[in-house]
Every structure is written in structure tokens, then in C-alpha cells.
């Protein structure tokens, strides 16, 4: 089991629903990341945090609101999703944002919007 | 055209095989080539890493890495059931700060 967990493992939601993903490491890492990963498509980074600032967000639209309240919690609000949202949402973190650290990714949300 | 090109699969191959998994890449700005293995129902986790051209091993696995080619390489040997998962190459891009570019996973089925 890594250092990195994340709540709701599985999620089922209609469009006009409003839900929170979280995640929470237990590294003392200073960068977090929010992931999607759709069937057989390449990882998307969607967000980065470091030091609980935004330092990146990858055109994401904005019915997904990322939350970063301490350097150990990560939450991904979700409102008015639409069916092409559903895929599996990977939380990760590392020492830092830059350089070779090593990301940790947890075990992933899968959700479905219905 | 995408970023980093990698053979999704399925790839099926008998217990004890050698398995070559592999990703090419397009941007000279790519360094730090990274391998994750990525269980069903689990998120990756970093299987190996290597800077530099050329061979890394770590046990029953070997990294492989032709900056000139623009090619990685992962090679499995003596291949186990437990082996069996999806392989994601991944390496930074340092024209974007050190973003982790992905490519989409080689599935791997080891028979026994």
C-alpha cells in the first residue's frame, strides 16, 4: 500500500450532481497532483500544487475546482459533469514539483457520470 | 500526433518469456525516462528510472535508452504471472518545467 490514499474509490453520479474527490498523503511530501486516465489514453495531468499553491492547471474546464488546504490534502470538487468525465482520477504527490522527485500516485477514484 | 507513442496492447506471452516493452518519443527536450507498472484496481508505482543513454538492470528487468533514436526500451526476463499489469513509459519535459509526459500503457498478460 503507498503512502497516498484516496476516498471515494468508486463513484457513480448524474450530471447535475456535486461531488468531492480526496486525497491524502502521508509523505511529507510539498507537491500534489491531480491526474485522469482514460481508457487507453495517456495519464492528463490536470493540477499541481506545491506548497498548497496552484502552480498549474492544464486547461481544465472549470466544472472540476481543485481544493488544496494543507500540503497533505488534496480534494477535487466536481458539479455538472458530463458522461465524457468518466474515467479514473489519480491523486500523487512528491517532494517537490520540479527537478527528478519521484511521483506516488494513490490507488485512483473511478468514476462514472451517468 | 502524439507526444510519446506507445503500443497499447494486449500483449500475451507465456510464464518464463523475455517481454520487450518499448515507447518512442518525438521532443529532444524529453529527459529522465521512467518505467511505472500499473496493477488492475491500483495506481502506478515507479518501477525504474534512468537519465542517461543506455542499459540500467535491476533484477529481472532492464531499461534501455537510445536518446539518438528518440526510443525506450523495458525488457522483462524470465517473465512471471505476477508480472502481469499495465506498463507506462513516462519522461520529463524540461521545456515545461519537468512535467511527466505519459505514454498509454502497454497491458501485459504473463500465462502461466
Known amino acids: 500500500e503507498t503512502g497516498v490514499t484516496q476516498t471515494p474509490r468508486h463513484l457513480v453520479m448524474g450530471m447535475t450532481n456535486k461531488k468531492s474527490l480526496k486525497c491524502e498523503q502521508h509523505?511529507?511530501?510539498?507537491?500534489m497532483y491531480w491526474y485522469k486516465q482514460s481508457a487507453k489514453k495517456p495519464l492528463e495531468l490536470m493540477f499541481v500544487?506545491?506548497?498548497?499553491?496552484?502552480?498549474e492547471n492544464n486547461s481544465v474546464p472549470s466544472r472540476f475546482s481543485p481544493e488544496c488546504p494543507n500540503s497533505s490534502h488534496l480534494f477535487l470538487h466536481l458539479h455538472t459533469l458530463q458522461p465524457e468525465d468518466s474515467a479514473l482520477y489519480l491523486c500523487?504527490?512528491?517532494?517537490?514539483?520540479?527537478?527528478?522527485?519521484?511521483?506516488?500516485f494513490g490507488p485512483g477514484t473511478r468514476l462514472l457520470v451517468l | 500526433q502524439k507526444e510519446v507513442e506507445q503500443d497499447p496492447g494486449p500483449l500475451s506471452v507465456p510464464e518464463g518469456a523475455i517481454v520487450s516493452l518499448n515507447c518512442t518519443y518525438s521532443?529532444?527536450?524529453?529527459?529522465?525516462f521512467m518505467w511505472y507498472r500499473q496493477y488492475s484496481r491500483k495506481g502506478p508505482e515507479l518501477l525504474m528510472y534512468?537519465?542517461?543513454?543506455g542499459n540500467k538492470e535491476d533484477g529481472r528487468f532492464t531499461a534501455q535508452v537510445d536518446k539518438s533514436s528518440k526510443y525506450i526500451s523495458l525488457f522483462i526476463r524470465d517473465s512471471q504471472p505476477s508480472d502481469s499489469a499495465t506498463y507506462l513509459c513516462?519522461?520529463?519535459?524540461?521545456?515545461?518545467?519537468?512535467?511527466?509526459?505519459f505514454g498509454q500503457g502497454t497491458e501485459l498478460s504473463v500465462k502461466p
Open positions: 500544487y506545491s506548497l498548497e499553491e496552484r502552480v
Open positions: 513516462a519522461m520529463r519535459d524540461y521545456n515545461q518545467g519537468g512535467k511527466l509526459i
Open positions: 521532443n529532444s527536450a524529453f529527459q529522465y
Open positions: 509523505l511529507g511530501h510539498n507537491a
Open positions: 534512468t537519465y542517461s543513454s
Open positions: 500523487a504527490s512528491s517532494q517537490d514539483q520540479q527537478g527528478r522527485e519521484t511521483q506516488y
